[in-house]
């Protein structure tokens, strides 16, 4: 299966990648690198889960938060790569969770991520993680996700304006 | 206007680059890439701001903090490119806000580094970014602002001293 | 010396390179970079060093376990490429600190990683880092480290199972 038909078996699809934000942007590629910006769950243009963990949000909801931030950048990064086919590797992973004191379980959390690439892309979704607690997040979203991935085509240098 | 003209006409000059701290060191650059170290908002020798956000340092200044990280990590990606021409695209901003509880604008404090990078460079100084909230930083800084960078012209492999 | 005879003379010997915990790997390599996921201060399998800095564990206690995290994310990267003699540059180095409130001397305790990548690598080992407090980590760890490097050699492209 292409990752775009594992996506639809799953009962998933992406999201209109968001708009720029401002003088950041969605993602930069550089070389085979595309660099995609911190990822809030975002559903339907709201956040979909706000507060900290497991006090506000259970660790379950919060790797379903992991997961709508990973589809959101998933969808960056399709349109980037024109092509999910075109990713080559899933990079790097990085994972910050909005912590309340004494939460020690982000990994738990983080795996809603890193579940879904993997199963999106199978081994070449298998990427390295950084994990960690925070105190706040932007908009007081329980989880935020970057990514960094490799891609196999050079459909020539593209970045989302 | 190249980005030293940009950076005069906005009446900015480059501070000098900070001396190797010890076991690290400003920037490492491989391939056409640059990673520069978290900087914090130091201006001549001295932490400008210090403190939580928004309790002890206000947003404003905060963004201005971020603004002065910025300006530091140009100084030593300057010196690693040579030249700010040199550079192709600033790639990614990782911004960590020394944040209050219950402090969640934590992209308007990391805009203040954002915008600096677009008004030098324009198009490729929009970035990926990823902003988060921290409960302590290193001195005490409000904010600390680490970069990547790739370069244009390969003026030998470089690594700051 | 090389690496491994320099980590020798340390009296330090690389631990077994953790196996894969789910759906990311210990690391993942792009071209000539590997990245490495985060890594907790694991020693024979039991975590050495648990709880906030300087409160549970002293600065010099987590200047140790820093260490500890790098000399596993040396075990990685020593399989990945096969020999530490491939390993072209430290690229950058990623520090989160389990900070107690009012806790600034990251930078002392981040050293202890810093140091040894120096003392294994010499010159090649000064990389660019980004040392942050957080208010909670996996497992209660007093950090989490998470490195880039360059290869020289090109053993085939190589990502650990």
Redesign the interface.
């Known amino acids: 299966m292409t990752p775009d038909e594992k996506l639809k078996s799953l009962g998933l699809t992406l999201p209109p990648p968001p708009k720029?934000?401002?003088?950041?942007?969605?993602?930069?590629r550089?070389?085979?690198?595309v660099?995609?910006?911190?990822q809030l769950p975002f559903k339907d243009g709201k956040l979909a889960f706000t507060g900290k963990v497991p006090t506000d949000v259970s660790i379950e909801q919060a790797a379903e938060a992991a997961r709508l931030a990973a589809l959101n950048a998933l969808a960056i990064l399709a349109e980037a790569a024109s092509n999910l086919e075109n990713v080559?590797?899933?990079?790097?992973?990085?994972v910050?969770i909005n912590?309340a004191?004494?939460?020690?379980?982000?990994?738990k959390v983080?795996?809603g991520a890193?579940?879904l690439?993997?199963e999106i892309f199978g081994d070449i979704?298998?990427?390295?993680?950084?994990?960690?607690?925070?105190?706040?997040?932007?908009?007081?979203a329980a989880v935020?996700l970057?990514l960094?991935a490799?891609l196999a085509a050079w459909p020539g240098y593209f970045?989302l304006k």
Chains 1, 2, 3 share one sequence.
């Not at 979704?125 to 007081?140: I, M, Q, T, W």
């Open positions: 720029p934000v401002a003088s950041y942007v969605p993602c930069v550089t070389g085979h690198l660099f995609v910006s911190g080559a590797q899933i990079v790097r992973v990085g910050f912590s004191d004494g939460f020690t379980d982000q990994p983080a795996n890193s579940d690439f993997a979704g298998r990427h390295a993680r950084a994990a960690v607690g925070v105190n706040e997040l932007p908009l007081n935020e970057e960094t490799e970045r």
